[in-house]
């Protein structure tokens, strides 16, 4: 059976990686999230894609140079689906809270050596603070992440994010110690799928919105996909039986 992740919560209906978004994901029994980190000046890990604030707030800066306290009086409804109500950037500790979702892949975007080794040690730290270790994978493309999960936070499930080819992702995937494979749609062959679940990997494929590629994915025998439309890949993967 393919499971759904919601991408950035349901980025196509509702304004991503918000609250909001993830709740829209919830609602169409989606209990599986894709989601961004990065860390505030402060030290907090904040839910948001961009290094920078201006598609999503419309604000000048980075999010690095921004205290957490004010990030989250930033509204990011911006270049996303029209909402009426304001949809604050929230921290990753308010999503723990409010959000029941089984399994977690948060992405930590491409970081500096110290910066990957604090990103990784404040996720695990809240992961343990809210008893989700075992429902969470860090995922990345970054190798800097990727060595500071496997040096500094063993115990962590990981993934690397792969979105070109011009390595092997499934031997780079190995060298990391990754339990996921998050491949681009476009690098999915049968071939590739098959040999990663060989190896152990869980196969997750992004960004995956039309269904006829849902269903052909299904039919390669991907583990998951990872959509904008949560709600329209449940009634795709369920009328496919």
Not at 62 to 72: C, G, I, N, S
Not at 149 to 171: M, Q
Not at 193 to 218: C, D, F, Y
Request: net charge positive.
């Amino acid at each position: 059976m393919t499971l759904i992740y919601g991408h950035r919560g349901a980025k196509g209906e509702a304004p991503e990686n918000t609250l909001t978004s993830f709740q829209q994901c919830l609602a169409h029994g989606v209990r599986r999230c894709e989601l961004d980190l990065h860390l505030s000046k402060d030290g907090e890990l904040m839910v948001i894609h961009d290094p920078t604030l201006k598609r999503t707030t419309g604000r000048r800066g980075k999010v690095v140079e921004q205290e957490a306290e004010d990030l989250v009086r930033l509204d990011a409804r911006h270049g996303g689906p029209g909402w009426k109500q304001p949809c604050p950037i929230p921290r990753l500790a308010e999503l723990f809270e409010r959000c029941d979702f089984e399994h977690w892949q948060l992405e930590v975007k491409s970081a500096s050596r110290v910066r990957a080794a604090r990103s990784v040690q404040a996720i695990k730290a809240l992961a343990e603070q809210h008893g989700l270790l075992d429902r969470i994978t860090v995922t990345s493309g970054s190798r800097e992440v990727l060595r500071a999960l496997k040096r500094l936070t063993p115990e962590l499930s990981c993934g690397l994010v792969a979105e070109y080819a011009w390595l092997d992702p499934i031997k780079v995937a190995q060298q990391y110690g990754c339990d996921y494979l998050v491949l681009k749609w476009t690098l999915c062959t049968p071939e590739r799928i098959a040999k990663a679940q060989q190896q152990g990997l869980h196969v997750s494929v992004w960004t995956v919105n039309e269904p006829a590629l849902m269903r052909r994915l299904a039919d390669f025998g991907v583990d998951s996909l990872i959509t904008d439309f949560p709600g329209l890949a449940v009634s795709t993967l369920r009328s496919r039986g």
